[in-house]
């Protein structure tokens, strides 16, 4: 009976040691990779990780992943039969990524151990940075810092003054003026005339756009876009700034009685979940808010974060004590997938100016 025993666990042994050889194994090479210290302008590095299948299948990479976009992966799409060598390389993209880097390469194989995590290290050393790098933006021959600015928050009482640096680039002066330019903004550039590259100069004379923004005269609220065509020696050439600003109304000036005394707006929700909807149905939905506030409260402006939200108030001066509802509707028309989008009620109430409503559900086919 023992020796039955012995037979069967020897049988045993041979079987599972022969379906152990079968599978395929890799052994790497190398599994880090040090670039060592290159400059930037040296562009892309390459590292090779070569590999040998040392079992008795063919071996297949079934994926690599690089932990960054900076890193781009290459590899043996074939399988490797046993006994045969493959191979993953990695090129690191070192522009505008200067100093110490160390990023890893997930591969998955149809091994033992399916995972094997490569690592390139290295250092960067900066490049010197050009004229072009501080002035990114081209219009023809002149270059901005940006064409975007952006003032943040703007108290309907206040004025705000910010400026864009700017600079000549090419060998003609330029003048630089601006058209349809709103109410509000008042914008000009100093110098008015930029003086051109001279031989043997780099770049011609640099200056600023400058720009007031005057919150009293935008009759907005919230966040507001205005767009500035900018006109070079005569040529607009469809040149254009963008200004945007968040309108707030300014409370500061209240005292602590007119505080006690304000609007105070309170939804009874602020999130709609609507579940799910086949693409092209429409969902309505009331949010509903009281005045809990002692003075009129007053709907400044509803902004939706997309088209496919319609809002429509029922009005827009709610008296103290009094119940009031924004009706919403949701068109799933073009949409598909998860669904978040907002609505912005801006409103005379101190303690909570703004508030976001949030409509949210799954679009299907």
Known sequence: MNRVLLLAIALLVTISGFTQQKKASVSWDKTTHNYGTFKEEAGPQTAKFTFKNTGSEPLIITNVRASCGCTS??????????????????????????????????????????????????????????????YPKAYGDIRLKTSHLAFVKVFNTE???????????????????????????????????????????????KGNIVVKYDGTQKNDWGFTMDRIEMVINGEANRNRL????????????????????????????????FGKLTQGEKVSYDFVFTNNGKSDLVIRKIKASCGCTATSPEKMVIKPGEKSKISTTFNSRGKRGRQNKTITVITNDPNSPSTILKVKGEVEG
């Open 73 to 134: 992966p290459n590899w043996t799409k074939e399988p490797v039969a046993p006994g045969a060598e493959g191979f993953v390389t990695a090129a690191y993209d070192p522009r505008n990524r200067p100093g110490k880097f160390n990023k890893s390469i997930t591969v998955t194989t149809n091994t033992e151990q399916p995972t094997t995590i490569l690592r390139i290290t290295g250092d960067v050393t900066p490049r010197e940075k050009t004229i072009e790098d501080y």
């Open 242 to 273: 963008s200004i945007s600003a968040t309108i707030e109304e300014d409370f500061s000036h209240l005292t602590e009685a007119e505080k006690a005394n304000a609007p105070k707006i309170k939804f009874e929700s602020t999130d709609f979940e």
């Open 159 to 205: 004025v705000k003054i910010d400026s864009i640096p700017v600079v000549n680039m090419g060998e003609q002066d330029a003048t630089i003026t601006f058209r349809n330019i709103p109410p509000h903004l008042t914008i000009s550039v100093e110098p008015a005339t930029l003086k051109g590259m001279k031989k043997g100069d780099k770049h011609g004379q």
